[in-house]
């Protein structure tokens, strides 16, 4: 008998102690967080180079009207060697749509930071193809991928805006997909109306949920026990109706974009977790498309060390939702 009470004390008292300890860190993250998103922007970061003059011009802002059809946001750090293929790629499939002359694009690479060759690469680029298809945007400090992205979708101009990941893993021709996906559910053609279609709200997100059988054979027990603990804590913290919420090939209308990068709080790699839990409370909806993905050499994640991270980033992220700690900056402006 004494043995059980000693047994409840232990746990009732172990129990206050640990409840004592989470009020704390709640209380320690309400007084530590913004509860909106501060964007910083430096001087320079607001201007980019027209490589063929010298001059810098000034980007404009996404809460202008759109001027193009498209934006591809590309984030890289330190990419100088797979940044040139992805490009070949990627200006290869626009400029063929371009031919006709119904079709405008843009490419804004966003070096984050990056302290190697990454500008030099991007700059002979935009020599050849002129500044209004190529801009780049040079952060002055490492934000993360969260942080160039959204400095990147901030500066575009178009109706549609896509963000594609530097090394090329979908292949770009995969963004047909995607479009067809806006274009059928918006019921409109963002060719003949881009400022239609760029009010409305919608997200296509490119997804390799349907290649995970293959990869679950071709990886280890331990890295497939890990993959599967992160969708785990995907579905419990962030949103449980997307299968794949880390392929880089996401397509915004306009409108859809400037509310979810307005209210982006995290600035790293769970960035797109964050982005899509914003579109979930902003009742905006997201289509998930099966896209090609080859994994390539030089990836700047870390598998155990990065999903464990992440994993506790969508907790906090969670967290700091719950309690107030952070909100949305779109749903303050209604």
């Not at 690469?121 to 500044?131: E, R, S, T």
């Not at 979908?170 to 239609?196: G, R």
């Not at 071709?218 to 299968?243: E, N, P, Q, Y």
């Amino acid at each position: 008998m004494e043995t059980y009470i000693n047994l409840c004390s232990v746990l009732f008292y172990g129990s206050a102690a640990l409840f004592s300890v989470f009020l704390a860190v709640c209380a320690i993250l309400i007084a530590i967080s913004n509860r909106y998103p501060i964007i910083m922007r430096s001087r320079k970061e607001k201007y980019f180079m027209d490589p063929n003059s010298g001059k810098f011009v000034e980007f404009p802002s996404i809460y202008d009207k759109s001027t193009l059809h498209l934006s591809v946001i590309i984030p890289a750090y330190n990419e100088e060697v797979r940044l040139s293929p992805m490009l070949d790629e990627c200006i290869a499939f626009l400029e063929d749509r371009a031919k006709d002359g119904n079709f405008r694009y843009e490419i804004i690479v966003v070096s984050d930071g990056s302290v190697d060759n990454t500008v030099l690469v991007a700059k002979k680029y935009c020599k050849q193809l002129g500044i209004e298809k190529f801009r780049i945007l040079e952060l002055e400090t490492n934000r993360g991928k969260g942080g160039a992205v959204r400095l990147g979708m901030l500066s575009a101009r178009g109706a549609f805006l896509l963000f594609a990941d530097a090394d090329g893993a979908t292949k770009f021709a995969d963004f047909s997909k995607l479009e067809q996906s806006l274009k059928q559910a918006l019921k409109s053609d963002y060719l003949l109306e881009p400022e239609v279609c760029a009010n409305q709200m919608r997200i296509a997100v490119g997804s390799r949920a349907h290649m995970q059988d293959d990869a679950v054979a071709h990886r280890s027990i331990f890295r497939t026990i890990l993959m599967h603990g992160f969708h785990t804590f995907v579905w419990m913290f962030a949103v449980r109706d997307i299968k794949d919420t880390q392929c880089g090939f996401k397509l915004f209308t306009r409108k859809a974009a400037m509310m979810c990068f307005d209210s982006l709080h995290v600035e790293r790699w769970a960035f797109d977790a964050e982005l899509l839990y914003i579109a979930k409370k902003l009742n905006i909806p997201v289509t998930e498309v099966a896209v090609n993905w080859t994994e390539i050499e030089g990836s700047k994640l870390v598998p155990i060390w990065s999903w464990l991270q992440m994993g506790k980033d969508l907790f906090v992220i969670w967290l700091r939702y719950q309690i107030g700690a952070w909100d949305i900056a779109q749903q303050k402006q209604k």
